[in-house]
């Protein structure tokens, strides 16, 4: 099992003030880490880049 931390941030707005998104994937990341763990790594990160979460998914891969 792997898994991947995917956060969304909010980078600033467009010419029609709506909301301009962009979205980082940080991959094996531990697939036993606490949803409040990762939540805290995503707040972490959005200081770091200054720009504010929109959403923070924990997506796990397993083969089959």
């Known amino acids: 099992k792997t898994a991947?931390?995917?956060v969304?941030?909010?980078a600033g707005v467009d010419e029609n003030n709506e909301p301009i998104?962009?979205?980082r994937t940080?991959?094996?990341i531990n697939p036993a880490?606490?949803?409040a763990a990762l939540h805290s790594?995503?707040?972490a990160i959005?200081?770091?880049?200054?720009?504010t979460i929109v959403k923070v998914e924990r997506v796990l891969r397993e083969q089959l």
């Open 4 to 6: 991947n931390l995917i």
């Open 8 to 10: 969304t941030f909010q």
């Open 21 to 23: 998104t962009v979205a």
């Open 26 to 28: 940080f991959r094996n």
């Open 33 to 35: 880490a606490s949803s």
């Open 41 to 43: 790594t995503a707040q």
């Open 46 to 51: 959005s200081t770091i880049v200054g720009h």
